[in-house]
């Protein structure tokens, strides 16, 4: 039987754990019940068992920094740690405050960016971000009178949970494939998308397709938003890392007995967002340009990718 970090492990690659502030609390979430359930009292044996549950954890979806950030807050005190019970409580402390603060950045993110937004206005979000969604969802609880256009987002449709979120929040949502946006960016006064990465240049790496978005907004002169919390900006990108983009199973696209045998498919989940497309970045701690994600990195994290 497989443990919790297996299963967890195999949600997140499988999508059954989709979104990547879900993502990230599912990976801390692991490892607080994985410390909390663990047998044994050894710190050596302790330490090494929690280093192989990092790598189980991170391997499931490697682009998605907020799982990386998530799992690193976890674990940020365990290799310090002077005894056993003290390693196994910190993992089990900082885990547990982080879910917590997550959910408190997603409130904090739904109050400001509501702000932006006009009675009257129509809106279109791409994929399905549980942060942009809550965002369109306060401002109708404010009384405000929006209409929104919501991607397909192909090929895990994750449009249909957004429109699904979105009709139970008392939202005119209109469902649309993904190569309609630019037809309908026209109608459009605001795009709220997510993220899954925010580099430290301010580029934005978010389910594929969100680049077309925003290119088809820059041309509309339509304003764009990514709504982020500050565990998606990546520490790593300021020594100079790039964000590997996650290719997935040609098989989600098409079944192979379809197509030709000698054709290929190229099912990349994610693609980057030049940050000059990119008018907001609105966190849990204040609205800012894509030029201010540099300073907050290295004010609130530093450059450092250990642990």
């Not at 690193?72 to 982080?98: H, M, P, Q, Y």
């Not at 991607?151 to 009709?167: A, N």
């Not at 949502?173 to 006064?189: E, G, N, P, Q, W």
Request: aromatic share 6%.
């Amino acid at each position: 039987m497989k443990g919790i970090i297996e299963t967890t492990a195999d949600d997140i690659r499988e999508m059954k754990v989709r979104g990547a502030g879900r993502i990230a609390r599912a990976g801390a979430d692991a490892l607080v019940k994985y410390a909390e359930e663990y047998r044994g009292n050894d710190l050596n044996n302790f330490l090494k068992d929690i280093s192989a549950a990092e790598s189980t954890i991170l391997g499931s979806r490697p682009t998605a920094v907020s799982l990386w950030n998530g799992v690193r807050i976890t674990l940020r005190d365990v290799r310090s740690a002077s005894s056993f019970e003290a390693a196994r409580e910190s993992v089990i402390r900082n885990g547990k405050e982080f879910s917590e603060s997550s959910f408190r950045a997603v409130d904090e993110i739904a109050r400001m960016g509501a702000k932006r937004i006009c009675d009257g206005d129509v809106l279109l979000t791409h994929c399905n971000s549980s942060t942009a969604v809550g965002v369109i969802a306060e401002a109708v609880r404010q009384g405000k009178d929006v209409k929104v256009y919501a991607t397909e987002s192909r090929p895990w449709r994750q449009g249909l949970l957004t429109v699904r979120d979105l009709s139970e929040a008392g939202v005119d949502v209109t469902l649309i494939i993904d190569s309609a946006v630019r037809s309908v960016m026209k109608k459009v006064d605001r795009v709220f998308v997510g993220a899954d990465t925010v580099t430290s240049s301010g580029d934005l790496i978010n389910k594929v397709g969100t680049s077309q978005v925003a290119l088809c907004a820059h041309e509309a002169r339509t304003e764009f938003n990514v709504c982020a919390e500050t565990y998606k900006f990546s520490p790593r990108t300021l020594a100079g890392e790039t964000v590997a983009i996650e290719e997935r199973d040609p098989g989600e696209v098409v079944s192979p007995s379809d197509i030709p045998s000698d054709v290929k498919v190229f099912n990349p989940v994610f693609d980057v967002t030049p940050a000059r497309y990119i008018d907001n970045i609105i966190t849990e701690i204040g609205i800012m340009s894509p030029g201010s994600v540099y300073g907050v990195l290295s004010s609130r994290m530093g450059a450092s990718t250990d642990i």
